[in-house]
Antibody
C-alpha cells in the first residue's frame, strides 16, 4: 500500500530554521517525483516545488525559489522542505504528495504539516 | 508561467443537480490538466488527470473534458458528499500551477 507520511506540527519563532519531512513507502521511492504544496489559512493551493529522488532533480515555483530548499534522502525514502529563517508569513499547512507515474498530477498525499511561526 | 482561472469561484446546488466547473489556461496546455477535490481539514484528492482520465476509485458521476485552454469538470448528479473546494492544476511545464478553486456548497 502506497503511503506518504509527513512529520508533525511545528511551532517556531521568526528567524528560526526548520526542516519538515515526508516519507514514502509501498512503492519505488526513487522513481516518482515528490512535490510540496502550501496552503495558507483560508486560501487555495500553491505549488511550491518538486524533486525527483532518483537524481535529486529539483524545480521550484517562482514565489518559492530562494525562499525554501527541497531535498531528498533516498536511502531512507524521505523528502524534505526546509527554511533557513522563518517569517510569520510562512505560517501555513504544507502538503507533500507523490506524482502519478506518467503525469505530474499528485495521486498520494500526506496529511499535511501545520507550521506556525509566531513570536 | 501558465495561469489558470476557475469559474465560478462559488456555487450552490441541490442534490441531484448537474454541476459544471470551468478552468481556463492562459496558454494552450494540450490535455495536461488535473482536477482535485478538497474537503475542509483534509488533503486534496485527485479526481481526474490528463483532462479526462478518471482516477481509480473516483465515482463515475465525475467527468472531465477539454483541451488547449478550456477545460470543464462535470458532476452529473451532485451528491451530499461532493461538497468542498475543487481545484484544477496544469501538468505541463514547471511550475505546475493550481487554479484559484471553486467552492461547492450543497443547498
Amino acid at each position: 500500500e502506497v503511503q506518504v507520511v509527513q512529520s508533525g506540527a511545528e511551532v517556531k519563532e521568526p528567524g528560526e530554521s526548520l526542516r519538515i519531512s515526508c516519507k514514502g513507502s509501498g512503492y519505488s521511492f526513487s522513481n516518482y517525483w515528490i512535490g510540496w504544496v502550501r496552503q495558507m489559512p483560508g486560501k487555495g493551493l500553491e505549488w511550491m516545488g518538486i524533486i525527483y529522488p532518483g537524481d535529486s532533480d529539483t524545480r521550484y515555483g517562482p514565489s518559492f525559489q530562494g525562499q525554501v530548499t527541497i531535498s531528498v534522502d533516498k536511502s531512507i525514502n524521505t523528502a524534505y522542505l526546509q527554511w533557513s529563517s522563518l517569517k510569520a508569513s510562512d505560517s501555513a499547512i504544507y502538503y507533500c504528495a507523490r506524482t502519478t507515474g506518467s503525469f505530474y498530477s499528485f495521486d498520494y498525499w500526506g496529511l499535511g504539516t501545520l507550521v506556525t511561526v509566531s513570536s | 508561467d501558465i495561469q489558470l482561472t476557475q469559474s465560478p469561484p462559488f456555487l450552490s446546488a441541490s442534490v441531484g443537480d448537474g454541476v459544471t466547473i470551468t478552468c481556463r489556461a492562459s496558454q494552450g496546455i494540450s490535455s495536461y490538466l488535473a482536477w482535485y477535490q478538497q474537503k475542509p481539514g483534509t488533503a486534496p484528492k485527485l479526481l481526474i488527470y490528463a483532462a479526462s482520465t478518471l482516477q481509480s476509485g473516483v465515482p463515475s458521476r465525475f467527468s472531465g473534458s477539454g483541451s488547449g485552454t478550456e477545460f470543464t469538470l462535470t458532476i452529473s448528479s451532485l451528491q451530499p458528499e461532493d461538497f468542498g473546494t475543487y481545484y484544477c492544476q496544469s501538468l505541463t511545464d514547471f511550475p505546475l500551477t493550481f487554479g484559484g478553486g471553486t467552492k461547492v456548497e450543497i443547498k
